[in-house]
């Protein structure tokens, strides 16, 4: 139903914070930066093809992956814009291989750290396809008033206090999540603002599609083999074959997993056997919105959002998505976990 009037992003979340008389107010203004920044990219995503701004920036990250100018600017941007934001003690991203601390006063006394990955799906830059920016904001642990520490970066998703994604896509949307809920907000262009579109998001409990790059399947599990072959099964009375979606970007096949059911997985193989998506960046914070949302996230040993991280950049496989697929796929999986 068309709404009467438009809900600005800020003003809903300045409505959700009265209803907790001690909150502060810090967080709104974070996630409003986090909107501003992914305004700014947007514009640069939306005019990518007409300026000298496609293709790889002629570096690579501390990952070893190519970087491409899109990331660069991308991640520019927001590391700027939280130096700049008195809220954020610091911030730690895919591109940069050591977290950053803000050192100036207000920094130091600021609650707050966030993780990034700019632009997640760079390998689709080029063609169009949809891309993003993922955060997850977490409360710091070290003491305030002193720069923040390695420590408030390595903590579990399940101390999340917010996380959510910018999408390039048909449109442009910010979804984010607080223990809440999960609320989606589109970008109408003609007033740069981004208006409640999605209230209350849900991830149905079922779904009928399965998105994985099954051209990696020779390198599976069994239990991982044999989840596939149930997935293209032919039981008509359970919905399956269930179709095959894959678009290689995880906001993208995400976003579509989180509104329309399914389940979207990214396993260990041989080749990478610890897989190839990172926790703190990727996976915790698209756990949190999906559990969030009444979806599920689990790796091979667990709950994603329990994982304790030892490391900034770690990687785990993550089965993601409706619930009941999500149980389902990890009956196979946990079965005959060894990759191989
Ligand atoms: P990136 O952070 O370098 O863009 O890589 C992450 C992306 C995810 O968006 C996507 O789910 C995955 O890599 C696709 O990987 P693959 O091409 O191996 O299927
Ligand atoms: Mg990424």
Redesign the pocket.
């Known amino acids: 139903m068309p709404q009467s009037k438009l809900i600005t992003m800020d003003e809903f979340t300045i409505q959700e914070t009265r209803k907790f008389p001690q909150a502060t107010g810090e967080l709104s203004t974070l996630l409003r930066d986090i909107g501003l920044a992914g305004k700014i990219i947007n514009k640069q995503v939306r005019r990518a093809g007409l300026e000298d701004i496609l293709g790889k920036h002629g570096a690579t990250n501390v990952q070893g ?1 190519e970087q491409m100018k899109l990331d660069v600017y991308s991640n520019d941007i927001m590391i700027d814009i939280f130096m700049n934001s008195p809220e954020c003690a610091g911030i730690a991203s ?1 591109e940069n291989d050591d977290h950053v601390c803000y050192e100036d006063t207000f920094s130091a006394n600021s609650k707050y750290v966030v993780l990034f ?1 700019p632009l ?4 689709n830059i080029d063609v169009n396809a949809p891309i993003g920016t993922i955060f997850a904001i977490y409360r710091r642990v070290s003491e305030l008033g002193k720069p923040c520490t390695k420590e408030d970066f390595l903590q579990p998703g399940n101390r999340l206090m917010a996380a959510g994604y910018v999408i390039y896509g048909s449109s442009t949307m910010m979804v984010y999540a607080t223990k809440l809920g999960v609320n989606g907000f589109t970008l109408e262009p003609s007033i740069g603002e981004f208006c409640l579109s999605h209230p209350n998001i849900k991830c149905p409990e079922n779904g009928k599609i399965y998105s994985i ?1 099954q051209g ?1 399947s020779s390198k599976y599990s069994d239990g991982m083999k044999a989840y596939l072959d149930y997935c293209m099964e032919n039981k008509k009375e359970e919905n399956r074959p269930y179709s095959h979606r ?1 678009i ?4 993208g ?1 995400l976003h579509r997993t989180l509104i329309k059911g399914g389940i979207f997985m ?1 396993p260990a193989d041989k080749s990478s056997t610890k897989g ?2 990172r926790l703190q960046y ?1 996976c915790n914070p698209m756990a949190f919105i999906v559990e969030a949302a009444g979806g599920k996230a689990m790796c091979n040993t667990g709950n994603i959002l329990d994982i304790v991280p030892t490391e900034l950049h770690q990687r785990t496989p993550i089965f993601i998505g409706s619930k009941n697929m999500v149980n389902k796929a990890m009956e196979f999986v946990m079965e005959k976990e060894v990759v191989g």
């Open positions: 992956e895919e990955d997640d799906g760079s390998s790059n990696n894959y290689g970007s995880m906001v096949d990214y190839k998506l990727e």
